[in-house]
């Protein structure tokens, strides 16, 4: 959810949910139902039907992972290895490296990463992030 609302559709998603509040308590008193039904709708457009609907997405993706996951880090790059499949990403392939507030994702593509969360990174978060930024700068 932070990356929906930190981007630029979240910023234009929370101006409409303010100008929706705005609506529905400005025209509330003098509509009629089916005008009361279509502003509560706008209201909850944005804050609670597409973040369960990216909350749904999410948890599908998930779903997918391969449940036995190695992501290995060395002087080569970036190693990754489930049951079936072994893979290397070479330094000079990641595309960007991104520090969250619980997480770090590793950009492989513009849309493809893999996210190593807090709990997989533990105290070692601020000196890993270091030896990534080390390892990709060109």
């Known amino acids: 959810m932070y990356g929906i609302y930190s981007s630029m559709a979240g910023m234009t998603n929370s101006i409409f949910i303010v100008a929706m509040i705005v ?3 400005k025209f509330w008193s003098s509509s009629n139902l089916i ?3 279509l502003l509560l709708f706008g209201v909850s457009l944005f804050t609670i039907i597409q973040p369960l609907l990216v909350y749904l997405r999410a948890k599908r ?3 997918i992972l391969p449940k036995d996951m190695y992501i290995g880090f060395n002087k080569i790059g970036v ?3 489930t049951k079936t499949k072994t893979s290397v990403i070479k330094w000079k392939e990641i595309k960007g490296i991104h520090k969250m507030k619980t997480m770090i994702i590793l950009y492989t593509s513009d849309k493809e990463g893999y996210i190593l969360t ?3 990174l533990g105290s070692g978060k601020s000196k890993f992030y270091q030896y990534l930024i ?3 700068k060109k």
């Open 23 to 25: 609506l529905t308590i």
């Open 35 to 37: 005008i009361r039904v």
């Open 61 to 63: 993706q998930v779903s």
């Open 79 to 81: 190693h990754i290895e």
């Open 118 to 120: 807090d709990k997989i």
């Open 134 to 136: 080390n390892r990709t």
